[in-house]
């Protein structure tokens, strides 16, 4: 009884949320349908998503590859709802291209961004709730190239108004590996972005005339009441970046992002505290993780 009345509870009101992938191109294999069957049967919401690099998994035309997305996608969503009709489904699109000098995938590329920006515009045509986009890159460390292809695939994903994203902190190396210190960095994009994304307020506050009034013709607004009670919260403070000068930069030790990200996440480790747990809890995960590493042969 206790099993059938957690059963139903979560049926209601689901508690997972499970990523489920085409094989692309135009495959659902067993494994991938099986855990769908399972999630859809207890009305736990998928996300069915192509993983499309094109040039490998799809033509290498953005046309071509939006068209076996929708198409793959849509095989998957039908297929949840003969399975229990009404379950919760997520449109998924992980959609890239490859180098075609080295056949390696690319991400945070160009093609990328395009086609998350027309798969927000396909999934509102059909009424879907959509999956895209993170902090995604192909390089090898935290630099230059890594912030600047993330914010390739950051930026579209806000602009395309993506309703689940995965990924979007800490990816590194075409996601083969998860750096700390990119995810303070994708930390600081996110918290910018939601600022830039956040409607104005056009008010007689905002708009400031008193402030004018105060300061009149060639002075400045440093000192006007206006600022005076704004100015803690008036601009976005950053967690990671620096405006000194170069010469205050030096003294305080002339490190760059990565060094002072790399700063950030130890603290942030050093400063946590667990969350409590009841010690019934607590004894009994233990036990599963370790009768589950043995029955894996861990």
Known sequence: ????????????????VSLINCNSPLRWDDRMLDAQFEYCAANQPVVLTPFLLMGAMSP????????????????GIALAQLIRPGCPVIFGSFLSN???????????TPESAIGLLC???????????????GGLNSSQTADAQAAYESLMTLLPTFLAGTNFVMHAAGWLEGGLVTCYEKFIIDIELLRELRVEFTPLEITEESLAFGAHEEVGHGGHFLGAAHTMERFRTCFYRPLLSSTANFERWLRLGGKDA?????????ATLDGYEAPPIDDAIQAELSEFVTRRRRELGD
Do not use: C, K, N
Not at 1 to 16: F, K, L, M, S
Not at 258 to 266: K, N, P, Y
């Open 1 to 16: 009884a206790g099993a059938d009345a957690g059963r139903a509870a979560i049926e209601r009101t689901p508690a997972v």
């Open 60 to 75: 290498v035309t953005i046309p071509a590859a939006l068209a076996q997305q929708l198409a793959e996608a849509l095989a």
């Open 119 to 133: 798969t927000g515009q396909l999934a509102r045509h059909y009424g879907l709730p959509f999956r895209t986009g």
């Open 98 to 108: 490859i180098d075609m000098q080295s056949g390696s995938p690319s991400f945070g």
């Open 258 to 266: 990565t060094a002072r990200a790399g700063e950030i996440w130890r």
